[in-house]
C-alpha cells in the first residue's frame, strides 16, 4: 500500500490511521525502523508536529517504540486499543468466561508459589473487601474486590500473566460490577472468596483452581440459560 497525500482536516487521526495501516498489514514489520520523520512529512504532505504527535499517539498504544538515537521502530503489529474495544462489546458471559480462566490458573499458581507476604497482601485485601449491599458505594466495592483478584494475580508469580491481568484490569472491574448490579445475577459471596483465599494458604493448588472456578460459574450458567430461553422465546 502506498503512502498517501492527506486532504481531510483531521490530520493526526488521517496520519495514524496510515501508519496503523502501513503497519497492520505488514508493510513495516515488527522490529522495523520506520520512515524517517523527514520522509514521513514528505510522503504524508503534513507538518512535522503532525507527524509526532501521531508518532506518540501509536507509541502509547504500544504498536511503536522510540529508540534514542536509533529512530522508531515497530514494538507490535496488532492494535491492542482495537482488542480492548472488542472485548467491551463482548457479552458479559464472554467476558466473565475469560476473566474465570485467568482467574482459576492465577489461583493454581499462586497456591504453588505464594510467599508469606503475598498472603498477607490477599488477607488485607479480604478484608477489607467485605460485603456489598449500599448502592452508592459499587465503586468503591468494586475497587475492593478487584485488590483482591490482583492480589491473587501477583501471588502467581507469572509475569505474562500478571501483566495480562493488569492489562485487562479496568475491563475486569467493569465485570465485577456488572455481576453485583444486576439482581439476576447470583453474587460471588465473601465465603466464595474466602475459599480462594483458604486453598492458596494451605498450598493447595487443585482446591485454589476449583474454588476460583467455582467463583464466577453460576453467574456464567445464569447468564447462558437466559440466552437460550432468549433463543427459544424469539423463534
Keep these: 500500500m502506498a503512502l498517501g497525500q492527506i486532504k481531510k482536516t483531521k490530520l493526526v487521526d488521517d496520519v495514524i490511521d496510515q501508519l496503523r495501516a502501513q503497519i497492520e498489514q505488514g508493510h513495516w514489520t515488527r522490529g522495523e525502523r520506520i520512515p524517517t520523520e523527514d520522509q514521513l512529512?514528505?510522503?504524508?504532505?503534513?507538518?512535522?508536529?503532525?507527524?509526532?504527535?501521531?508518532?506518540?499517539?501509536?507509541?502509547?498504544?504500544?504498536?511503536?517504540?522510540?529508540?534514542?538515537?536509533?529512530?522508531?521502530?515497530?514494538l507490535s503489529q496488532r492494535d491492542p486499543s482495537k482488542m480492548l474495544r472488542r472485548v467491551d462489546h463482548a457479552t458479559l458471559r464472554d467476558q466473565?468466561?475469560?476473566?474465570?480462566?485467568?482467574?482459576?490458573?492465577?489461583?493454581?499458581?499462586?497456591?504453588?508459589?505464594?510467599?508469606?507476604?503475598?498472603l498477607a497482601a490477599m488477607r488485607?485485601?479480604?478484608?477489607?473487601?467485605?460485603?456489598?449491599?449500599?448502592?452508592?458505594?459499587?465503586?468503591?466495592?468494586?475497587?475492593?474486590?478487584?485488590?483482591?483478584?490482583?492480589?491473587?494475580?501477583?501471588?502467581?508469580?507469572?509475569a505474562a500473566l500478571i501483566e495480562l491481568y493488569q492489562y485487562f484490569w479496568?475491563?475486569?472491574?467493569?465485570?465485577?460490577?456488572?455481576?453485583?448490579?444486576?439482581?439476576?445475577?447470583?453474587?460471588?459471596?465473601?465465603?466464595?472468596?474466602?475459599?480462594?483465599?483458604?486453598?492458596?494458604?494451605?498450598?493447595?493448588?487443585?482446591?485454589a483452581a476449583q474454588a476460583a472456578h467455582a467463583l464466577l460459574t453460576p453467574a456464567i450458567e445464569t447468564l447462558a440459560e437466559t440466552a437460550a430461553a432468549a433463543e427459544d422465546t424469539a423463534q
Excluded at 504524508?44 to 522508531?72: P, S, Y
Excluded at 449500599?134 to 485488590?147: C, H, I, M, W
Excluded at 455481576?179 to 465473601?190: A, G, H, I, R, Y
Design 41 to 74: 512529512v514528505e510522503a504524508l504532505g503534513v507538518g512535522r508536529n503532525t507527524i509526532r504527535e501521531a508518532v506518540r499517539a501509536l507509541v502509547h498504544i504500544g504498536m511503536l517504540e522510540v529508540r534514542q538515537g536509533a529512530g522508531t521502530f515497530v
Design 124 to 158: 488485607a485485601a479480604l478484608e477489607a473487601r467485605g460485603s456489598w449491599s449500599d448502592p452508592a458505594s459499587l465503586e468503591r466495592f468494586v475497587e475492593r474486590d478487584a485488590a483482591f483478584h490482583l492480589g491473587v494475580a501477583r501471588a502467581s508469580h507469572n
Design 96 to 118: 466473565l468466561e475469560v476473566r474465570r480462566a485467568l482467574e482459576t490458573e492465577a489461583a493454581r499458581l499462586a497456591a504453588l508459589r505464594r510467599t508469606e507476604h503475598d
Design 170 to 207: 479496568d475491563k475486569l472491574q467493569n465485570t465485577i460490577a456488572r455481576t453485583e448490579d444486576q439482581s439476576t445475577l447470583p453474587e460471588p459471596t465473601l465465603a466464595a472468596h474466602e475459599a480462594i483465599y483458604e486453598a492458596i494458604r494451605r498450598r493447595d493448588p487443585h482446591a
